[in-house]
């Protein structure tokens, strides 16, 4: 069974700098075509896709957020993290983190999501 | 803005069937696989179609994907109480090196 769990800060200051750790199960981040990505979604609005980590390390970022955005995996603890920079109160969104194969090629598990507001 | 357009809103009554399109372009749509995600109010989305036109385990076969050159549709027939939510579209962009996806729209069942 496959799970993941997105933790980190419900709170962050403007230009701070966000870390999200997405613990998963079910699954290993060393087998072959397995990926998790990132995603978030600000409240009444549609998905965003912020990066992509694979199981060889390769990693995708969203053109519009690459500059402040950073994605690692810890195969030993089955986590990623993402880290973003310089936020803003336009952040502020429910962040997911999520499953992904290249066979089936889309967002097949889904944390949770963590809900994070940018406010002094 | 989203890459790929679909309609904010579509609504039926029940039993009816709903269409929702999703229209990209070239280096989305029209060369990668379309994917559907169902989303109920406050909870995470869902896969409902991947490849176009299949269904994870689960998904009942009233839920179908197709898909026409720059354009993808889903379709959802005998429509249900339980199927009132918004639904995402969702492909890859060659351009972009990555996932998109529609502004998602709200299923209303009347």
């Known amino acids: 069974q496959i799970t993941l769990k997105e933790s980190g800060p419900t709170l962050v200051k403007p230009r701070q700098t966000l870390t999200l750790t997405c613990t998963f199960s079910?699954?290993?981040?060393?087998?072959?075509?397995?990926?998790v990505g990132w995603l978030r979604q600000p409240p009444g609005k549609a998905l965003e896709w912020l990066a992509l980590?694979?199981?060889?390390?390769?990693?995708r970022y969203s053109p519009s957020l690459k500059n402040r955005l950073a994605i690692t995996k810890d195969t030993s603890k089955n986590q990623v993290v993402l880290t973003m920079t310089d936020m803003d109160p336009v952040d502020t969104a429910t962040y997911y983190c999520?499953?992904?194969?290249?066979?089936?090629?889309?967002?097949?598990?889904w944390g949770q999501g963590t809900l994070v507001t940018v406010s002094s | 803005q989203s890459v790929l357009t679909q309609p904010p809103s579509a609504s039926g009554s029940p039993g009816q069937r709903v269409t929702i399109s999703c229209s990209g372009s070239?280096?989305?749509?029209?060369?990668?696989?379309v994917y559907w995600y169902l989303q109920l109010p406050g909870t995470a989305p869902k896969l409902l179609i991947y490849?176009?036109?299949q269904r994870p385990s689960g998904v009942p076969d009233r839920f179908s994907g197709s898909k026409s050159g720059t354009s993808a549709s889903l379709a959802i027939s005998g429509l249900r109480s339980e199927d009132e939510a918004d639904y995402y579209c969702?492909?890859?962009?060659?351009?972009?090196?990555?996932?998109?996806f529609g502004g998602g729209t709200k299923l209303t069942v009347l």
């Open positions: 999520a499953h992904r194969t290249t066979v089936v090629r889309a967002f097949d598990y």
């Open positions: 079910g699954f290993s981040l060393s087998t072959s075509g397995v990926g």
């Open positions: 980590i694979f199981w060889d390390d390769d990693k």
């Open positions: 070239n280096s989305n749509i029209g060369s990668n696989y």
């Open positions: 490849r176009d036109n």
């Open positions: 969702s492909t890859w962009d060659d351009s972009l090196r990555g996932p998109v």
